[in-house]
T-cell receptor, first 111, second 114 residues
Framework: DQQVKQNSPSLSVQEGRISILNCDYT??????FLWYKKYPAEGPTFLIS?????DKNEDGRFTVFLNKSAKHLSLHIVPSQPGDSAVYFC??????????FGQGTTLQVKP | ETGVTQSPTHLIKTRGQQVTLRCSSQ?????VSWYQQALGQGPQFIFQ???????GRGNFPPRFSGLQFPNYSSELNVNALELDDSALYLC?????????????FGPGTRLTVL
């Protein structure tokens, strides 16, 4: 059973525009959610997180929104830059520290 | 402050062999988690070690085992390798366990089983 799903395998946006990456989850017991970015031949790099008691967290160009009633979270990148091109993973976790990852979305930002 | 490091970078083994992968956690971190990432998939949780004790395990068979040392570095051992064990193995460290702690990943070890 896939508890965390990223239904869009890929996304292409123009430089300067907004990128919106989506993630759905099924387990309402998750305590927190994170977004990671991954370049080829590197490990995932932490981007931003949000606690289950919040609905928004912002860090520079990155904002994560959490809609608990819909069991949905999204990552907004504004403005998008070519260097943002990578695979983005959402992950959900419990207090026990185990993370459940989605399948990833490949973002391409065109100059 | 050094980040999470893993060794080796790449490894090729044959079916039935055993392999040991190593991870040094980020300075100040006492928890290490191991993940397996198959091609085109997200990382899958294998297990976590907190202060040298296993602290949670994912849906992996017992031939996947681990250790954490007093300096919080860690090893992942896989016995009786199977073709499906070919994957990127990621180690992640965090400051404590049992809270909403961000995990920081190493670059991974690419294991190929022939």
């Amino acid at each position: 059973d896939q508890q965390v799903k990223q239904n869009s395998p890929s996304l292409s946006v123009q430089e300067g525009r907004i990128s919106i990456l989506n993630c759905d989850y099924t387990n309402s017991m998750f305590d927190y959610f994170l977004w990671y970015k991954k370049y080829p031949a590197e490990g995932p790099t932490f981007l931003i997180s949000i606690s289950s008691i919040k609905d928004k967290n912002e860090d520079g160009r990155f904002t994560v929104f959490l809609n608990k009633s819909a069991k949905h979270l999204s990552l907004h990148i504004v403005p998008s830059q070519p260097g943002d091109s990578a695979v983005y993973f959402c992950a959900a976790g419990w207090a026990q520290g185990k993370l459940i990852f989605g399948q990833g979305t490949t973002l391409q930002v065109k100059p | 402050e050094t980040g999470v490091t893993q060794s080796p970078t790449h490894l090729i083994k044959t079916r039935g062999q055993q392999v040991t992968l190593r991870c040094s956690s980020q300075s100040g971190h006492n928890t290490v988690s191991w993940y397996q990432q198959a091609l085109g998939q997200g990382p899958q949780f294998i297990f976590q070690y907190y202060r040298e004790e296993e602290n949670g395990r994912g849906n992996f068979p017992p031939r996947f085992s681990g250790l954490q040392f007093p300096n919080y570095s860690s090893e992942l051992n896989v016995n009786a390798l199977e073709l499906d064990d070919s994957a990127l193995y990621l180690c992640a460290s965090s400051e404590t366990s049992g809270r909403t702690d961000t995990q920081y990943f190493g670059p991974g070890t690419r294991l190929t089983v022939l």
